[in-house]
C-alpha cells in the first residue's frame, strides 16, 4: 500500500512538471513570435520637414555665408585636380561641407545618402566637400569612401587662397545648394544627434531643392515663349 501510494504521488508529480514545462515552452514560443515580428517592423517614414529659419540669422557665426554670396568653384579640387566648376556643368549642384576628425558627420551618414538619392531625381549631382582639412587629398578620398558617398571627393586648395571665413567657421555637416558660377541658393546648416530630426532635415532640403528647381524650369520655360 505505501509502495503503491509513493507511486501515484511520484506520478502526479512527475504529470505537474510536464505541464510547467510544456507552459514555459508555449509563453517561451510566444514571446520569440513578438520579438520576431518586432524586429521585422518596418520604419515608417515620416513627411514632416524641419525648420531651419535660424540659418538666416547674421548674428549666429556657425550658419556660414549668406544666401546670395558666391563661393570660389576653382577653389575645390578633386584628387585629379578637377575643379568644381568643371563638374557644375549648367545646372545647380549640392555640396555637402564635412571634415573627418567631425563626429557629427559620421551620425549623419543617414541623412547625406537621403538626400543625394533623393534629389538625385530632380538631376541635381552631390558632392563631399572639406574646407578645414589638413588631409592629403587621398585620405580625403578614402574618408567620403567610409561614409559611403560615392562621388568626386572635394577638397579646398588653400595654397592657392584661404577659404572665406564665414565657409571656414560653417557648422559641420553643413548642405549648400550652388548654381554653375558657385552662387549660394540655399543652405541647410547642421545635423541632429536624432534620426528622426535628421530624416525631417532631409525632407526638408530635398523639399527646398525640389522647389528650386521646378521654379527655374518655369523661368526657362518662361523666356523661351
Not at 30 to 36: E, I, K, M, Q, V
Not at 170 to 186: E, F, K, Q, T, Y
Not at 216 to 223: G, I, W
Request: aromatic letters at 8%; one cysteine or more; proline letters at 4%.
Amino acid at each position: 500500500m505505501w509502495i503503491s501510494t509513493l507511486s501515484l504521488r511520484t506520478s502526479l508529480v512527475f504529470l505537474a512538471v510536464c505541464m510547467s514545462c510544456v507552459l514555459v515552452f508555449i509563453l517561451a514560443m510566444l514571446g520569440t513570435s513578438y520579438f520576431a515580428k518586432s524586429s521585422r517592423a518596418v520604419h515608417v517614414r515620416t513627411t514632416e520637414g524641419y525648420d531651419f529659419s535660424f540659418a538666416s540669422d547674421e548674428k549666429l557665426s556657425w550658419v556660414g555665408p549668406k544666401v546670395g554670396d558666391r563661393i570660389n568653384l576653382a577653389r575645390l579640387k578633386t584628387q585629379e585636380g578637377v575643379t568644381l566648376a568643371g563638374l557644375t556643368g549648367n545646372g545647380m549642384i549640392m555640396v555637402v561641407l564635412v571634415d573627418p576628425t567631425c563626429g557629427a558627420c559620421k551620425a549623419a551618414t543617414d541623412e547625406m545618402h537621403d538626400v543625394r538619392n533623393r534629389i538625385a531625381r530632380s538631376g541635381i549631382k552631390y558632392y563631399p566637400a572639406s574646407v578645414t582639412t589638413h588631409q592629403s587629398a587621398g585620405q580625403f578620398v578614402e574618408y567620403t569612401r567610409s561614409l559611403g558617398i560615392r562621388a568626386p571627393a572635394l577638397l579646398w586648395q588653400r595654397q592657392e587662397e584661404a577659404p572665406p571665413e564665414a565657409l571656414f567657421t560653417m557648422v559641420l555637416p553643413s548642405h549648400l545648394l550652388l548654381d554653375a558660377n558657385g552662387l549660394i541658393v540655399r543652405k541647410w546648416p547642421g545635423t541632429d544627434q536624432s534620426a528622426n530630426v535628421r530624416e525631417r532635415m532631409a525632407n526638408q532640403i530635398v523639399t527646398e531643392t525640389a522647389a528650386e528647381v521646378t521654379l527655374r524650369l518655369r523661368k526657362d520655360a518662361s523666356l523661351e515663349k
